[in-house]
């Protein structure tokens, strides 16, 4: 169980399945892992105060699923994690964009020069920064790493991430059904527009289903033989079938 901070209103709480943690989770971060950079030969240390609040929670137990060493640095000082930086020698760390700067910060203070760690990915979240040019060269200059962006919310888990190219933001969208609307309107934008961004997770086997049931419904309204509309009318029927599945094996109830 986690619930989000509560800065905007009223906590919202979110109960994770055990086929979200192990599967769908894992499935997620395999696209930041790899697009990070991040091997099985790397080290992740995670300076994160483990509670209700899911940050790096996914993150830690994915990492830890795709064989990466992970080194949970909960419950300590900053001194005692720049610390632990030297003694353990991680090559990735993470957190928000303000507390890696403070992490910078403190290590001067310790007479620590962070460009000269093994530190070679800095990944933050939770906060603008990867995105913003000034930030990014900051902490870049700072660690002597690249610093990569994690896109994600409580409500609908991690769906973005930049690639080691570090040309803007990709969304998982095996995964993800993304599109950009309108605020007021709220109506669908199109490439090049700017808007707010809504995603939802879908499954790939959902998509399937929406993608089976349109070529149906084309061929329904397109075809004229009888034999052909049959066919698609089972298509349609098919697709349906495929999303009652998905949607049991998602809620845990496909006996």
């Not at 990569?148 to 995964?175: L, P, R, W």
């Not at 499954?203 to 034999?227: D, E, H, K, W, Y």
């Amino acid at each position: 169980v986690f619930q989000t901070t509560g800065t905007t209103g009223v906590p919202v709480r979110s109960l994770l399945s055990k086929k979200d943690w192990l599967e769908v989770y894992y499935d997620q971060f395999m696209y930041f892992m790899y697009g990070y950079g991040i091997t099985k030969a790397d080290i992740i240390f995670i300076p994160f105060n483990y509670g209700l609040y899911l940050a790096w929670w996914g993150i830690h137990s994915s990492f830890e699923q795709g064989g990466v060493l992970v080194i949970p640095g909960g419950g300590q000082s900053s001194e005692d994690r720049i610390r632990n930086i030297l003694e353990w020698k991680p090559t990735v760390v993470c957190g928000t964009p303000t507390y890696i700067l403070f992490l910078g910060d403190t290590a001067k203070k310790m007479g620590v020069d962070l460009s000269k760690t093994t530190i070679r990915i800095v990944i933050t979240a939770g906060e603008p920064g990867a995105q913003v040019p000034s930030t990014k060269k900051l902490i870049e200059t700072t660690w002597r790493a690249k610093n990569y962006d994690d896109i994600g919310s409580t409500e609908i888990s991690n769906f973005g991430f930049e690639c080691i190219a570090q040309k803007g933001t990709h969304v998982v969208e095996s995964m993800f059904l993304a599109e950009v609307i309108d605020p007021v309107t709220g109506k669908t934008l199109g490439p090049g527009q700017e808007g707010e961004m809504s995603a939802a997770l879908a499954q790939p086997a959902l998509m399937l289903s929406l993608l089976l049931f349109t070529i149906g419904v084309v061929g329904v309204f397109l075809r004229r033989n009888v034999i052909t509309v049959f066919m698609c009318v089972e298509l349609m029927l098919n697709a349906v079938n495929l999303a009652f599945v998905a949607f049991s094996r998602q809620m845990g109830t496909l006996d």
